[in-house]
């Protein structure tokens, strides 16, 4: 830990100023990650590629009739159905109620959402590589701001589907029913349990944002002890 | 005088004694069944351990069972018309039914057959004969539908088939009586001088499985029954259980019992391969149908005009006759490939054939004789052994795969158990009543599965309550794990069953199609989707285009149909969900409802008769709003 100084990254350098005292007196120090955060913050930014592997939530529907399950996957870049056929069978479903057609390929989010997720992973790498604190906070303040961002847009595309329903041709109106999907959780939709939980990918996109709050909130001790041990 | 009275008395009393005897075991047949509920209990959403297919014999169907339970699970119309899922008569599935004699809406179903990989069970396909106008059917074990139907010509019934070799190269047919070959105007009396039989080869696309029949072998005129084909030594030859050596042509019932030998025909099915390859067969015409589900899934027929013939007689080593006891009926390999049983139908034994001592006796020249060209190996040379006592009427043998043959007897109602190479009874165990076959899960198999044996009874009487004189026919469920069989369970059964056969759930069940996928229909008629709904009139042909999906019809009001015009209604089923047919019946159709798979296309005929307006509805109760899915048609005249 002593030995970072010989670290040939510029920003390192530029950490350990010549003039200590004079910085010292003006603001805090500037303390650089530590070689280990930076590869853990390294890992956690490359971990999110497995979002591009996995879905990022699930939303399963549970009926007594579909013993052999039936649900819709949302990943990175489009929505599926957690079985083959499923989507079709949920389209279909929702014709009862007056509910709009899920078509993926009209969801413009699934095209933006890949460039939002390289530019997380580019933006970690960077933190990385400078070795920067405040680097850190403001990735995960990004992070937070992304994530934050997709869950209302997602609450709001759960929001328009499960309410604006076409009730002129609806063959089952149920009057004050609505069938928003919740954000989490699980909620009753006629026969259907609804049950909205994050998929493998939202678990590592999650695992991804917590080791790199971790890695600042150590960082953040480690640098205010070496400050009062320098004063 | 007096002496006659004690006779009387003495007969009164053997009796009563028979009766009190007989009654004693009844009720101890009553009390004995011990745990054999927990061992034929499958818990509600449980499944069974094994699939069933038993043949429905008069009602040329096959039905699929789950054992242990005995429940049915569906029935599966092969060489019979089928109303209730428009089989037979929807357009798609009319040519099935297609023979050189015409349309026929039935046939006679005796013995599935599960294709095989290396002489075990591989969950493919579903092989069985038709026996009255000769036939091969093919069920395909994805869909559980009949995909294929194969006319066998040169045969006057269709019984020993369609018994495969260990590699499902070949299902075989043999015709069940002689007739003259090809067909000619004879005297029946002219029998021995005209008649004739053939034992056919039809390949197997491995593939695709696909028939084609390969060759037919011209061999004397007597009556073929059944058959095994060799395995492991035995491999390339098959077996031909044969009776009415003595040509008889009138009440054979008499005249065809009175050899005290008939015929095993062994046929060398490796060199009649070799030989057509060589061009040593004959090209005779002939005229039989080849119909199948096309990749479209849409029935094609062909009409056939030639097969390859060899003639037995002309080439030595293609065909021997093993002499066998009475009749024999049975002719099963065991899972070595080394015995060759025979059930002797008025034997007082189980003779045994030893595959490696009628090599032998071949190449040693151990010959009695000939039989109208073909030779007779000697009994005693080719003989393992013979089962002494069985009981009466021995028909058929299956096997554990632990050293021991299951026979059943007809007469004496039972299954008896011995041991292979020791040939002694170690077990027997009544049946209700008058078993015929018999089926071990895998028995004919290089390495059967066991655990059960099931009896395939021809007779019922008191086992059920009664139905009026046409009784049910039933299968009995016996355990065979222990040293002493065990009668679990009685259960009903589709038609006659005949021989049935058996295999662990694990090779069918994963591959159970759920749905036909729609961007996979190929059918003509089909579309793709409800804007593509249509009515088009071509004369006095009308096609409709419509579709089913949850829960509506499209169109649903169809007017501008004519008195005398010929509908077709093309039916699609949109759906792609498991488990969602749609029904589709007019009111007045003089053939039958369709019931349509998602997404298939199937096509009914109708031929309006009168002016107004008809009514039509969804059969299959599909969803809430089952009831609302009707429409009508307007008929103008």
Not at chain 1, 33 to 51: C, E, G
Not at chain 1, 126 to 133: D, E, H, I
Request: with cysteine; charged share 20%; proline share 6%.
């Amino acid at each position: 830990m002593k030995h970072d100084s010989t670290n040939e990254d510029p920003a390192v350098q530029a950490g350990s100023s010549p003039q200590p005292n004079r910085t010292k007196r003006t603001r805090q120090p500037r303390v650089p990650l530590s070689l280990l955060s930076r590869i853990v913050i390294a890992a956690a930014a490359l971990m999110l590629a497995f979002t591009y592997f996995f879905p990022l939530w699930e939303i399963t529907l549970d009926a007594p009739q579909y013993p052999e399950g039936l649900g819709l996957e949302i990943w990175i870049n489009q929505m599926q159905g957690q079985n083959q056929g499923d989507l079709n069978k949920i389209n279909n479903l929702n014709h009862y109620i007056g509910m709009k057609q899920i078509k993926p390929e009209s969801i413009k989010e699934l095209s933006i959402m890949p460039w939002i997720m390289r530019a997380v992973m580019l933006l970690g790498l960077v933190v990385a590589a400078t070795g920067r604190r405040s680097f850190l906070l403001v990735w995960l303040l990004v992070f937070l701001l992304v994530s934050g961002a997709g869950l209302v847009d997602f609450y709001l595309w759960g929001y328009d589907y499960g309410h604006n329903l076409d009730t002129a041709h609806a063959i089952i109106k149920v009057p004050g029913m609505s069938y928003q999907p919740p954000l989490i959780g699980s909620k009753k939709l006629l026969n259907f349990k609804a049950i909205s939980l994050p998929g493998i990918g939202g678990w590592v996109a999650i695992g991804s944002f917590v080791i790199g709050g971790l890695v600042w909130l150590m960082e953040f001790r480690r640098a205010r002890k070496q400050v009062i041990r320098a004063t | 005088m007096q002496k006659k009275q004690i006779t009387i008395i003495i007969g009164a009393i053997g009796l009563l004694l028979l009766l009190l005897v007989v009654g004693c075991a009844q009720k101890q047949e009553a009390g004995g069944f011990g745990d054999a509920p927990a061992k034929v209990y499958v818990a509600p959403g449980s499944y069974d351990e094994f699939y069933a297919f038993m043949s429905g014999g008069f009602s040329g169907q096959v039905s699929v069972y789950g054992l242990p339970s005995g429940r049915l699970f569906r029935v599966i119309p092969v060489f019979s018309q089928d109303p209730e899922k428009g089989y037979g008569y929807s357009e798609e599935t009319k040519p099935l039914m297609m023979t050189s004699h015409g349309f026929i809406p039935w046939d006679d179903a005796h013995h599935p057959q599960l294709s095989v990989t290396d002489g075990q069970t591989d969950g493919r396909w579903l092989f069985i004969n038709g026996n009255n106008t000769p036939r091969i059917a093919r069920i395909d074990l994805t869909t559980f539908e009949t995909v294929e139907t194969i006319e066998i010509p040169n045969s006057g019934g269709n019984h020993g088939s369609p018994y495969l070799t260990p590699n499902t190269e070949y299902v075989v047919a043999s015709t069940r009586f002689s007739v003259p070959i090809p067909q000619k105007d004879v005297p029946i009396s002219s029998y021995k001088e005209n008649f004739k039989g053939t034992i056919s080869y039809i390949k197997v696309d491995s593939a695709t499985g696909r028939m084609n029949l390969a060759f037919q072998i011209l061999v004397p005129g007597i009556n073929y029954d059944l058959s095994r084909a060799g395995k492991g030594p035995s491999h390339g030859w098959s077996f031909f259980s044969s009776y009415n050596s003595e040509q008889a042509n009138t009440q054979l019932e008499v005249n065809a019992s009175q050899n005290d030998k008939d015929f095993i025909a062994a046929v060398n099915w490796k060199l009649a391969e070799e030989l057509v390859a060589q061009g040593k067969g004959q090209a005779w015409p002939a005229n039989y149908f080849h119909n199948y589900m096309d990749a479209a899934d849409v029935g094609k027929s062909e009409t056939m005009n030639s097969v390859t013939i060899l003639n037995a007689k002309e080439h030595p080593g293609l065909v021997y006759y093993i002499p066998t006891p009475k009749s024999p009926h049975g002719c099963d390999v065991d899972p070595s490939g080394e015995y060759i049983v025979a059930g002797g139908k008025l034997a007082a034994l189980i003779p045994v054939h030893s595959f490696s001592k009628f090599k032998t006796a071949i190449e040693n020249k151990e010959f009695d004789g000939e039989f109208d060209g073909i030779p007779i190996v000697k009994y005693e040379s080719v003989l393992a052994g013979e089962v002494k006592e069985p009981g009466l009427g021995p028909l058929h043998t299956e096997f554990d795969g632990q050293g021991f043959g299951y026979t059943s007897m007809f007469l004496s109602s039972e299954i008896v158990k011995w041991k292979l190479g020791t040939w002694e009874v170690v077990d027997r165990i009544p049946t209700y009543y008058s078993i015929g076959h018999l089926m071990i899960p895998g028995g004919d198999t290089k390495q059967p599965y066991g655990k059960y044996v099931v009896a395939l009874n021809k007779i019922t009487k008191d086992r059920y309550l009664p139905t009026g004189p046409e009784l049910t026919q039933s299968a009995q469920l016996i355990d065979i794990t222990g040293d002493k069989m065990k009668l679990l369970l009685d259960f009903p059964t589709i038609g006659e069953p005949h021989y049935a056969q058996a295999c662990p759930t694990t090779l069918i069940k994963d591959k159970s199609k759920r749905w036909y996928p729609i961007e996979e229909n190929h059918n003509p008629f089909a579309i793709k989707a409800e804007g593509e709904a249509r009515v088009e009139r071509d004369g006095k042909t009308v096609h409709v285009y419509m579709s089913t999906i949850r829960t509506h019809f499209a169109p649903d009001n169809i007017e501008g149909i004519k008195v005398g015009d010929k509908v077709y209604f093309h039916v699609t089923n949109l759906e792609q969900d498991w488990d969602v047919p749609h029904g589709f019946s007019v009111f007045g159709a003089n053939n039958s409802e369709l019931l349509v798979m998602p997404g298939q296309t199937r096509t009914i005929l109708w031929e309006p008769k009168q002016a107004g307006v008809i009514p039509f509805y969804c059969t299959d109760f599909c969803s809430a709003l089952h009831q609302e899915m009707q429409g009508w048609i307007r008929v103008s005249s």
